[in-house]
């Protein structure tokens, strides 16, 4: 059996399952007025035409095609790919409409090297360029399709960039910091195919794109410094914990192992029932050890208890406001906010309302909401839930897509980053 023939086909055809998999799961959940949903559909149906562009080059059975036009092929994927990569960014961390420009820069740019590579103009294979120096054809197109996925990369690369730094938030930042981590797979994966290493290449393109899927669909991301503390606290520990246990065990075999009773089990089960009953102490000694060396993350109950002790004793409105979100901003980082009293109101039938009144906190004064009806999920999570909704979840969130017009108006208004 030929295992180098075979082996493509078990990694080209499951990928491409996958992809076909994911793009019809996409589509069904599509929301509709999420331009970065039909984006990203486009680029997983594409990158499931590159996956079977990849396998038909690795098997070689299209002899058909002239040799430079299928050598080139999945690099023509790659173009557009990329300059659909550009859009959902756009899209997704600016809210900004479609870019199309760098679509149609990478589809000039593909006909251009197929013009070259399918020798349409029935151009020499050498194009001289005088006193015997000159480039064959072929090379010229190779190095094209290098040098326009190089543009499209820097292009990707200042566009994540101005976006980081202009984040005014620390939930932009975070999604933009998830964003940068997925396009790390996905250039990983276009250079391993240019180094014709096409089957690892499409495996990392293939986790790129389920890194994509998640976070074009998902609107609350953990907190990549709370996780990277998490890990790195939990790794520690467990390390710690494990050379106790090793002390522990050649100790009890060296002191006790002379007398006939002693059995090395028992040694090692008092080790482990030591190390469950202290492991939580030990995991808490060392999170205060590593917060000492690279700083303090921040505490959640501790502001929540000096916002609750700040607000207690005060009457006057505007003081309030200035207290809240003053606190508020500073935990979360943010520069701008108001606080919003809450009028319960009745429309005639019976169905209870809200009407948000602004007072003026941090920046300009915001307009007031008329009616907020209770029963909206916009209410729900603010009151029933009781935990803090992001712009980001308001755009995204199937649930907030049924919200009334009016409050969606205003929502998009005020340009928020969060409601508490």
Known sequence: MNYLLILPLFIYIPLATFYLMLTVTTYRGRRLHQLADYFLILYLGLSFVETLVLLINELDVLDVFVPALRRNLPLYGLLILTGLLINITIILLQKK??????????????????????????????????????????????????????????????????????????????RATYWAEALGFFFVGIVLIFLKIGMIGSVFLFIAALAFTYLVRTFRLPDLQVLAFQLLSNTFASLLALLIFTVGVLLGDRLLGSYSWYRPVLSSVVMAFMLILFYAPLLEKVREIIQELIGAMPDRNRALK???????????????????????????????????????????????????????????????????????????????????????EIDISPDMQTIPLNVNQWLRQQRISACL
Not at 339 to 345: G, Q, R
Not at 369 to 390: G, M, N
């Open 97 to 174: 409409g479609p870019a199309w420009s760098w679509v149609i820069f990478a589809a000039v740019w593909i006909v251009g090297a197929f013009l070259l590579d399918g020798n349409i103009f029935s151009l020499p294979d050498i194009l001289w360029l005088g006193e015997g120096r000159g480039f064959y054809r072929q090379s010229i197109s190779f190095v094209a399709l290098i040098v326009g996925l190089g543009i499209l990369t820097v292009v990707m690369g200042l566009i994540l960039r101005h976006i980081y730094l202009d984040a005014h938030t620390a939930f932009l930042k975070n």
């Open 306 to 392: 000096e916002y609750s002790k700040s607000i207690s004793n005060v009457l006057e409105v505007g003081l309030l406001s200035t207290i809240s979100i003053g606190l508020i901003s500073e935990s979360l980082d943010v520069k701008n906010g108001a606080l919003f009293l809450v009028d319960s109101i009745e429309d005639g039938t019976g169905a209870a309302n809200w009407r948000l009144r602004g007072v003026k906190g941090m920046g300009d004064n915001l307009p007031s909401l008329d009616v907020l009806p209770e029963k909206t999920s916009f209410a729900r999570i603010l009151a029933e839930e009781q935990r803090p909704l992001t712009q980001t």
